[in-house]
Structures are given as structure tokens and as C-alpha cells.
């Protein structure tokens, strides 16, 4: 199956998982990264050296409210997911997230009523849909 237009990535989180996220990027023909976000100003840098994008913020809400992205990686840790998921999704964007989703079963059931509302997808890395 080919797409009509390329889905243009940001990844909220510059640490082990996002790296090999951004690698396996490079594998996609429809897929492309545009941003990264996180904390660290010297760890974004590294990151952006290793995997060029366009654009590297410091702080998860820029890269958010950046309508160049279509999609977001959570690389944050687990105790973030829930919080980041659904700020994602209120800002238009799909959202894929690392295992765990979220700590809890309420945590779970928020981010799936979110992405029903907002009508944009949620999965986990085994491509199961929340």
C-alpha cells in the first residue's frame, strides 16, 4: 500500500528509544523526520547530528504546536505518557508511544476517549491500536 503524501514525525524525547526510533525512520519511504523536542539543549544537538531534521525544540509543547508535524513519537518516560499522549492528540497530531502506553487502566481509557474525541490514532509499539 503507498500513501498519498509523506507523515512528517516529531519525537518528544532525545534518549535510547528515540534514537532507535529514528533509525528505523530511515527505512520508511512515506515517512520522514521533522523535529525532536526534550529538555537538554546538548542532548538534542547530539541527537539532531546523529539524525538530522529540520527543526530540534526545547520543550515538548513547541514541537506540538509545529503544523509541519503530522505524528509524534512518546520516547518519554512512562510516568509522561499519559499527560504527552493526550496533549498530542488536543494538538491534531497521531500518536505512537512506547510500551507501556500508560501506568494504569484509567490512564489507558483517557487516552483512548481523547482519541476518539479528537479522532486521530493512538498505538502502542506492537501496532496494536488503543
Not at 15 to 33: P, T, V
Not at 39 to 53: H, Q, T
Request: negative net charge; contains cysteine; charged residues 30%.
Amino acid at each position: 500500500m503507498t500513501r498519498d503524501r509523506i507523515v512528517r514525525w516529531g519525537i518528544l524525547g532525545a534518549g535510547n528509544i528515540a534514537h532507535r526510533f529514528a533509525a528505523s525512520l530511515q527505512f520508511c519511504d512515506d515517512c520522514i523526520l521533522v523535529a525532536v523536542s526534550g529538555r537538554n539543549i546538548e542532548k538534542l544537538d547530539a541527537f539532531v547530528k546523529e539524525y538530522p531534521c529540520k527543526k530540534e525544540y526545547v520543550g515538548y509543547e513547541y514541537l506540538l504546536a509545529d503544523s509541519e508535524i503530522d505524528a509524534v513519537y512518546l520516547a518519554l518516560p512512562h510516568g509522561m505518557h499519559k499527560e504527552w499522549a493526550v496533549k498530542a492528540m488536543l494538538a491534531g497530531k497521531a500518536v505512537l508511544c512506547e510500551k507501556p502506553a500508560a501506568l494504569n487502566q484509567e490512564e489507558v481509557k483517557e487516552i483512548a476517549n481523547v482519541s476518539r474525541q479528537k479522532k486521530v490514532s493512538v498505538h502502542g509499539s506492537d501496532e496494536e491500536q488503543i
